[in-house]
């Protein structure tokens, strides 16, 4: 969580290690990238989601004019929109990655091979 130009750093740090050790995440575990175990991911979801209420108290106090979120942050929708604010979402990834997903999901390309190690190509996409 980041915020411009006031920049709450120490509100959103303490916000950050109280969720992750509440879940039962170790201490510092504040990226996906960090979790220590795949086991582990579901606790990072439940921690971003306990996030809702610190992100609401800084908002009130610093009235911002749009919020920007990670799209791994879907809560943020109703916040925006409980301060009438405009959100926008931020995908880490990238658009491509979305369109590979997409197009994916559409055309299960994935079906066609006769093995996990069958290269096969992603329709709809430049190759």
Same mark, same amino acid.
């Given at each position: %969580?980041? @915020? *411009?130009? $006031?920049? !709450?750093?120490?509100?959103?740090?303490?916000?950050?290690? +109280?969720?992750?050790?509440? *879940?039962? =995440?170790?201490?510092?575990?504040?990226? #996906?990238? $960090?979790?220590?175990?795949?086991? %582990? /991911?579901?606790?990072?979801? /439940?921690?971003?989601?306990? =996030? $809702?209420?610190?992100?609401?108290? *800084? #908002? &009130?106090?610093? &009235?911002?004019?749009? =919020? /920007? +979120?990670d %799209?791994?942050?879907p809560?943020?929708?109703?916040?925006? +929109?409980?301060?009438? /604010?405009? &959100?926008?979402?931020? !995908?880490?990834?990238?658009?491509?990655? #979305?369109?590979?997903?997409?197009? %994916? &999901? #559409?055309?299960?390309?994935f079906?066609? *091979? @006769?093995?996990?190690?069958?290269?096969?190509?992603?329709?709809? @996409?430049? !190759?």
């Open positions: %969580m980041t @915020l *411009v130009p $006031q920049n !709450h750093k120490s509100t959103s740090d303490a916000a950050r290690k +109280a969720v992750a050790v509440e *879940v039962g =995440l170790p201490e510092g575990c504040e990226s #996906l990238d $960090q979790v220590p175990s795949s086991a %582990m /991911i579901p606790k990072f979801f /439940i921690a971003t989601s306990l =996030l $809702q209420e610190p992100l609401e108290e *800084v #908002l &009130r106090e610093c &009235r911002p004019k749009c =919020l /920007i +979120a %799209m791994f942050f809560w943020t929708t109703d916040v925006a +929109a409980k301060f009438d /604010i405009p &959100r926008l979402v931020f !995908h880490g990834t990238s658009f491509f990655g #979305l369109c590979v997903a997409a197009s %994916m &999901r #559409l055309y299960k390309p079906k066609n *091979v @006769l093995s996990d190690t069958e290269p096969f190509v992603v329709p709809n @996409l430049p !190759h």
